[in-house]
């Protein structure tokens, strides 16, 4: 399987990505890695692709964050060492090699090159919005142990560290408003801003690119045993369809 793939109807202004849904290796990583599967899919985020699927435009990306993290600056993009990536021993040789290293950067190269040239034909049209959908775990102190509190640990977390909010104010009241009216928990920057993608592409098309970096708390799977909660996921992807023509109303017209 490719490391990531484009699919949808990319003629409007509004993309979906899934950047840390992967879970494949390539085998000279999968050869290295001790980490155990269990332990590596906890940190990704399953299921993020099927709760982006109602978007018209989206990316996929297969290949797991322990290969390359694409939400990471180039030189962090290759976790190398347990303080890279939550203390976690991953490789059975160390220091990883620089061979290997080299070709897991070619993949994280591969990928924005492929974006650039799809989002300067979005960016061309005018302002576009792009929907950088994430999850986070809540339960991190066992699978028996309680949900880490509510006050730090929103339903969604809204990333917008990065939004030039002059410009784009009018998106993320949107998409807030638009989930609340639904019923959900939504807060700006709890647990996270926005990283390597939301600050990509406000580098690349300032004015004209708006990334909503969104995280959705793993209510909709058991982050432990990994077994996903269908009807959840089912029901998330209706309520960010849901989101997608208020925010595209309130994109910019100049």
Known sequence: MEPFEFVGDWSGQLVATSIHGGHDLRPEVADLM?????DRFREEDPYTDRIAALAPARVRVHRSRFETDLNRVR???VYRRPEDAWGLHMWSVDP???DVVARSLEVYDGFFAALGERLDAVAARGPFVLYDVHSYNHRRHGEEADAEPWVENPEINLGTGSVDLDRFQGVVDAFRGSMLGQGFD???NVKFKGQ???WWVHDRYAGVGCVLAIEFKKTFMDEWTGVPDDDR??????ALAA???PVLEALPRD
């Open 34 to 38: 001790v980490l155990p599967e269990d």
């Open 75 to 77: 030189e962090k993009a």
């Open 96 to 98: 990883l090699p620089d």
């Open 186 to 188: 939504i807060r700006e």
């Open 196 to 198: 390597n993608l939301a």
């Open 233 to 238: 996921i089912t029901f998330l992807s209706r």
């Open 243 to 245: 989101t997608m023509d």
